[in-house]
């Protein structure tokens, strides 16, 4: 079993940055992918890449700590979503329990 914790959401003003951080625990020498995903409301949970947020976001990884981040620059009003950790193993895929990010002046 896997778990994953993420931490770092909350209220910011347009413009502004936070960083996500997701922590895994258990059998973390099972994962061999995490990354992030988000969830507007009444929108389909989405993976976040470079793309999908025009490079305002980067992604890190801590692989000896199964650790991953989210830089969140230059927010938008439309970033307001919870925020997902997902791992991957061999035998299932695995999701955090989500931060809530709301952007609003």
């Known amino acids: 079993q896997v778990q994953l914790v993420e931490s770092g959401g909350g209220l910011v003003q347009p413009g502004g940055s936070l960083r996500l951080s997701c922590a895994a625990s258990?059998?973390?020498?099972?994962?061999?992918?995490m990354d992030w995903y988000r969830q507007a409301p009444g929108k389909l949970r989405e993976l976040i890449t470079a793309?999908?947020?025009?490079?305002r976001f980067t992604i890190s990884r801590d692989n000896a700590k199964k650790t991953v981040y989210l830089q969140m620059n230059s927010l938008k009003p439309e970033d307001t979503a919870v925020y997902y950790c997902?791992?991957?193993?061999?035998?299932?895929?695995?999701w955090g329990q989500g931060t809530q990010v709301t952007v609003s002046s």
């Open positions: 997902h791992a991957d193993t061999a035998q299932r895929e695995y």
């Open positions: 258990g059998s973390i020498f099972s994962i061999y992918a």
């Open positions: 793309n999908s947020v025009k490079g």
